[in-house]
T-cell receptor
Framework: RKEVEQDPGPFNVPEGATVAFNCTYSNSASQSFFWYRQDCRKEPKLLMSVYSSGNEDGRFTAQLNRASQYISLLIRDSKLSDSATYLCVVNLEDFNKFYFGSGTKLNVKP | DTGVSQNPRHKITKRGQNVTFRCDPISEHNRLYWYRQTLGQGPEFLTYFQNEAQLEKSRLLSDRFSAERPKGSFSTLEIQRTEQGDSAMYLC?????????????FGPGTRLTVL
């Protein structure tokens, strides 16, 4: 079983739509959680950290459910520039390891 | 630009040749990671350094792969006797001194093609 599982998509949405991605992780000892964005043939870049109480950054909202070992990312009012692959990442600090999901591809259409 | 640089950006080599990649981290980041990423997959952990010490190696890192980080600054990843299956993007990432929640910063990667 993979450490981090994501729906690969693609999610094809019109501009202005709200879209949500989910991610599950297998290790209950995971301590830190992140969403990274990766454009085609580029390196991953941090989109936002995910905190236990949930957090928001502009049009982006991240939620963490430790009991269900589940992370989500909500994007409101989608822009064409949001088209990318979104990677869910969990960190086992004690082992200094980061585990990446395979990514969810988002296509925002005009 | 995250401040992490990698060279070369692209490498095309013939099967059986040796290749070496370099990563220059953000100066105050003492932790350095190497990942491999293939099409449609997320980055897969290869190895990890804390300063100059290599503390963790993945089972993915066969004996043809070796990584170093002399003096705890830049790092190199060498692949000997390359195989076509080694074709991938090789990513370097760095982060600061241990603190829960610290994210990684990635370099632009080296794209390796083995013919």
């Amino acid at each position: 079983r993979k450490e981090v599982e994501q729906d690969p998509g693609p999610f094809n949405v019109p501009e202005g739509a709200t879209v949500a991605f989910n991610c599950t992780y297998s290790n209950s000892a995971s301590q830190s959680f992140f969403w990274y964005r990766q454009d085609c043939r580029k390196e991953p870049k941090l989109l936002m950290s995910v905190y236990s109480s949930g957090n928001e950054d502009g049009r982006f909202t991240a939620q963490l459910n430790r009991a269900s070992q589940y992370i989500s990312l909500l994007i409101r009012d989608s822009k064409l520039s949001d088209s990318a692959t979104y990677l869910c990442v969990v960190n086992l600090e004690d082992f200094n390891k980061f585990y990446f999901g395979s990514g969810t591809k988002l296509n925002v259409k005009p | 630009d995250t401040g992490v640089s990698q060279n070369p950006r692209h490498k095309i080599t013939k099967r059986g040749q040796n290749v070496t990649f370099r990563c220059d981290p953000i100066s105050e980041h003492n932790r350095l990671y190497w990942y491999r990423q293939t099409l449609g997959q997320g980055p897969e952990f290869l190895t990890y350094f804390q300063n100059e010490a290599q503390l963790e190696k993945s089972r993915l890192l066969s004996d043809r792969f070796s990584a170093e980080r002399p003096k705890g600054s830049f790092s190199t990843l060498e692949i000997q006797r390359t195989e076509q299956g080694d074709s991938a993007m090789y990513l370097c990432a760095t982060r600061r001194q241990r603190k829960t929640g610290n994210e990684q910063f990635f370099g632009p990667g080296t794209r390796l093609t083995v013919l």
